[in-house]
Every structure is written in structure tokens, then in C-alpha cells.
């Protein structure tokens, strides 16, 4: 069951999730109302550079899974900015972006939706893949294949 959860996590990463936002001034000049902003499966460096932003907070993903009102709240008055630019580096997917991150973080702060916001990167730290990583990381940390095994081996004796 859970390999048909993580395909599915996999396949709408390839599709990519998709926020509408209020477009720009120039965009809005030309016609054109809403943009939609992208965050699709994540990059090694991208992941890279989201993972020490995500950790200065101090924010544990539990928190994220229903979160009430007045919580929500208080977490975008602490950590809001954090949290937009974790979004903003995961929509754009790049190494090198030349600080456009701040930009569009900035941006989306305020044009996008507290609750998508929040939502958004829900779904970057969920499907990113770090949990996989981590378990398989754990696994071998607790295997220790290489590790000498205690076990084995002469004893000192004390005299």
C-alpha cells in the first residue's frame, strides 16, 4: 500500500502543484489576472538550499498536518518569511538564482493565501523525498555494515 501512496506522491511531483496568484502590475496591465505558480519535484541543490531555512525555524512537520486557526496564525507572524522563501526557492528549482528567490518570496508574501502558503510547503517537505532518504539513512546507521562488531574479538581482562 504504501508503494502505490509514494508513486502517486511521485507522479503529481512530475505534474507538479499548481497556486494561482494575483498577477503582477504588468501582467494585469496586459489582461492577464491571475499567475499560476509551480513547485514540482525538487532538485538536490534546491533541496540543499530549502533544508537550513527549514531548520532555523525550528518548526516540526507534525505541526503543519491540521493546523488551527490561531497556531497558523502565529506561525506566519514568527516564521513567515522563512516560509516564503522556502516556497519561493522550491518554485524555483534552480542552484544558482541569483537572489530571484527573495523576489518572488517577498512577492508571494504578499499576494498568495496564508493557507495555501502553508500548504505549499507542506508539500515540499512531504514529497521532496527526504523522508526516504532519512529512512534509508537510518537503516544503515542501525545495520553498520562495516562497523566492527563488538562482539567478536578477545576481551581485555583487567588484572
Known amino acids: 500500500m504504501e508503494s502505490i501512496e509514494l508513486h502517486a506522491a511521485y507522479s503529481i511531483l512530475e505534474r507538479g502543484i499548481r497556486a494561482k496568484v494575483k498577477a503582477p ?9 491571475t499567475v499560476s505558480v509551480t513547485v514540482s519535484r525538487l532538485y538536490a541543490g534546491t533541496l540543499l538550499k530549502i533544508v537550513p531555512i527549514w531548520l532555523s525555524t525550528g518548526i516540526k512537520q507534525a505541526q503543519l498536518d ?3 486557526l490561531e497556531d497558523g496564525l502565529k506561525l506566519m507572524e ?3 518569511k522563512s516560509i516564503a522563501r522556502c516556497v519561493a526557492i522550491a518554485v524555483i528549482n534552480r542552484r544558482y538564482d541569483f537572489g530571484m528567490h527573495r523576489i518572488l518570496a ?5 499576494y498568495m493565501d496564508w493557507k495555501m502558503l502553508l500548504k505549499m510547503l507542506e508539500v515540499v517537505l512531504i514529497y521532496s523525498g527526504v523522508g526516504d532518504f532519512m529512512s534509508i539513512t537510518r537503516l544503515i546507521q542501525a545495520s553498520k555494515i562495516t562497523a566492527p562488531n563488538q562482539n567478536l574479538g578477545q576481551k581485555k581482562k583487567g588484572s
Open 25 to 33: 502590475l504588468f501582467f494585469r496591465m496586459l489582461g492577464k489576472k
Open 66 to 68: 491540521e493546523i488551527p
Open 78 to 80: 514568527l516564521h513567515g
Open 106 to 110: 517577498w512577492y508571494l508574501l504578499g
